[in-house]
């Protein structure tokens, strides 16, 4: 069961706010910062470093599911593209280079993009990294994902629209974000990122959105979502994937046939 969302204009939420961008500058400044310590499993991104394993266990799902991939193969991404769109410094970007695929990623920190690839070639990964809004990159891509990012963005409209204009026909979309929730606010905004779990201003509450705003974003640019997994969390298990919505959820998108 998740807990009752605020009650909200759904325009007035998803109206833009800075017409023709999507990137907030002073977003891009906040996460900008953070480039030196992204890589750091105790810096300011230990939230994100566990965070990953669950996200990559639902991308690993929904990619065998989506190309009927067996559930044994080493490099179920082999021959395809992807595109990682609020990429950071690479925590999502390289374990899908090592599944095999040619990987992409985007930031709107050019700091950001930055260490990613100082990251990327020392490890000896050969991912492409770019700063700045995704209109930048040029092509489809068999699989666009976008971690904890549509919450950042100005015009979700936009955005929304941005990515699937670079998701090839038979592609695969999966997105994750928080959900707009009175158990979000005080979990994720206010005793996170009062504890230091999470960088101070990270997070704007009203910004969240909820699976069904995201699901009606989706169709308009022309794109099915699938049904939505949480991420939640608990003292015995972690983080982990749940029935649970009212935290945080991961959804799959792909063309309307």
């Known amino acids: ?24 500058a002073e ?5 900008g910062r953070l480039a030196a310590d992204w890589w750091d499993p105790r810096g300011s991104s230990a939230m994100l470093h566990r965070l990953n394993p669950v996200r990559l266990g639902f991308i690993r799902d929904a990619i065998d599911r989506h190309w009927q ?4 193969a080493v490099r179920p991404l082999a021959g395809r593209t992807a595109l990682d769109v609020g990429c950071g410094a690479g925590l999502l970007c390289e374990p899908l280079a090592r599944l095999g695929a040619a990987v992409t990623g985007i930031d709107a920190a050019p700091e950001n993009a930055a260490v990613a690839q100082a990251h990327a070639e020392g490890v000896g990964l050969p991912i492409r990294y770019l700063g700045g809004e995704v209109g930048l990159v040029d092509g489809a891509f068999d699989l666009v994902t976008a971690m904890e ?11 929304v629209t941005d990515l699937a204009a670079r998701l090839a026909p038979d592609g695969l979309m999966i997105l994750s974000t928080p959900n707009r929730t009175r158990r979000s606010q005080l979990l994720l905004v206010d005793a996170a990122e009062a504890a230091g779990m999470i960088p101070r201003g990270t997070h704007r509450w009203d910004d969240f959105i909820t699976p069904d705003e995201l699901r009606a974003l989706l169709a308009d640019a022309g794109l099915t979502m699938g049904e939505p997994r949480g991420i939640a969390f608990s003292p015995g298990k972690g983080l982990h994937l749940s029935p649970d919505l009212s935290l945080n959820y991961i959804v799959t998108a792909v063309r309307t046939a």
């Open 69 to 72: 991939v067996p559930q044994d």
């Open 1 to 24: 069961m998740t807990d009752a969302t605020e009650p909200a204009d759904i325009n007035s939420l998803l109206r833009p706010k800075q017409a023709g961008l999507t990137i907030r």
């Open 149 to 159: 990012v549509i919450e950042h963005v100005a015009d979700k409209p936009a955005f």
């Open 27 to 31: 977003e891009a400044a906040h996460f």
